[in-house]
């Protein structure tokens, strides 16, 4: 996947995002991304608990096996939390991509109640795995297109 293709891939979950927070739920989206470069599928945050990420990797594990999810690609908004990571590895799936960190978040966010954010990267997260999972972010380019959102949003 190229880099032009991981940002077509973040914005489209940053419509995702953006249509969760719409709909009242935290402005978090992520995409499955099959080997052929096609979205296989888009998940909004739901609440402080059922994340987009970790909901997408439910999802895509009950729907695919796990060789499968091993050539495929989560595209997330913004860096997963250790929860979302940690379902992103046993789900399988090969490939993260984010598009900015879970400190830039922590800058938007605050102390906000529903958003306690945590200082552990994914980074740290996989690498405390056996599974070589490929991590790609932040996008610098787009961050603060895809922190819009959370700038309304934490403060309402």
């Known amino acids: ?69 091993w050539s495929c690609t989560l595209v997330s908004t913004g860096e ?22 879970e400190k830039k978040l922590l800058a938007e966010t605050g102390d906000h109640p529903e958003n306690p954010t945590m200082n552990l990267s994914s980074r740290t997260v996989l690498a405390s795995g056996q599974k070589p999972i490929e991590v790609v972010g932040p996008f610098p380019e787009i961050e603060d297109e895809l922190l819009s959102p959370h700038r309304t949003f934490w403060r309402r």
Do not use: S
Request: contains cysteine; glycine residues 8%.
């Open 1 to 69: 996947m190229t880099r032009d293709q991981m940002i077509a891939h973040l914005r489209a979950a940053d419509d995702v995002a953006r249509a969760a927070a719409e709909h009242g739920h935290h402005p978090f989206g992520a995409v499955l991304v099959g080997p052929d470069d096609r979205i296989l599928m888009r998940q909004g945050n739901i609440d402080t608990v059922h994340h987009a990420e970790t909901e997408l990797a439910r999802r895509a594990a009950a729907a695919y096996p796990a060789k499968f999810l």
């Open 80 to 101: 997963p939390c250790a929860m979302c990571t940690g379902t992103l590895y046993w789900a399988n799936i090969g490939r993260l991509v984010y598009g900015f960190e």
